[in-house]
């Protein structure tokens, strides 16, 4: 299997959304209840926090916000070349926010402290959210056409070639919920690298802010996620 470049770091392209703004056209992961988390057999791969992170896209009526989320610790279970289990903390507190481009740091600092307040995050009460993988099994559905005129920016928040369809429990306020989405592993050697791009909806973990009446919160938060981990 081809080995992803070192810069394989999932990095957003801003998008130029019109006035009426929707959630990025990307994969819709599948939520459930919480599953049975089982015990998995192999090398554990440690999770390398400074070579690994979360991107977030939130969009409301007239406008988006982007930024980023910190992996706090994690490992990765690797047999005979296959995840057959892990976790991975993100820390909550290191929430950001980055963008959009040109956006202010006053504005920018003002929906940080209200994003790690109760009416979204909470981290005060809630400091970590936490990933367990419940079955990673071979992506057996399609990946999307290369011919379809909205390639450019689809790419952009869509995994290309998934190898891979990875379920696990999804925890955020202390609600667990099991999400199942494509992604693109890559094993070669001492190192595993994984890349997924992917909506939920906020309110399957009581993150229910309405935002202002004339300016509405979109309820799909898109999430990407680069993780590396090495033995």
Request: with cysteine; hydrophobic share 40%; charged share 20%.
């Amino acid at each position: 299997m081809k080995k992803m470049n070192p810069a394989y770091l999932f990095a957003i392209g801003l998008l130029l959304f019109t006035a009426c703004t929707s959630a990025p056209e990307s994969d819709e992961a599948t939520t459930t209840q919480a599953k049975e988390v089982s015990a998995s057999t192999g090398e554990a791969f440690k999770i390398d926090t400074t070579a690994s992170k979360i991107e977030w896209v939130a969009t409301k009526v007239t406008a988006y916000h982007t930024g980023t989320i910190n992996v706090k610790s994690g490992e990765l279970t690797v047999q005979d070349s296959s995840i057959t289990g892990g976790n991975f903390v993100l820390d909550m507190p290191s929430i950001a926010v980055s963008g959009p481009a040109g956006s202010g740091e006053k504005a920018n600092q003002k929906l940080l402290g209200h994003l790690k307040s109760a009416d979204f995050f909470d981290v005060t009460a809630h400091p970590e959210a936490t990933f367990a993988i419940t079955s990673v099994k071979p992506f057996t559905g399609m990946a999307k056409d290369s011919a379809d005129p909205r390639q450019e920016s689809i790419s952009k928040y869509k995994v290309a070639n998934p190898t891979h369809t990875v379920s696990g429990n999804l925890t955020i306020k202390g609600v667990t919920k099991n999400i199942e989405f494509p992604a693109q592993i890559t094993i070669s050697g001492s190192e595993a690298d994984a890349i997924a791009k992917f909506n939920i909806n906020r309110k399957d973990w009581g993150i229910v802010y309405p935002g202002k009446p004339d300016d509405l919160i979109r309820d799909d938060i898109h999430l990407g996620i680069a993780v590396k981990a090495t033995k």
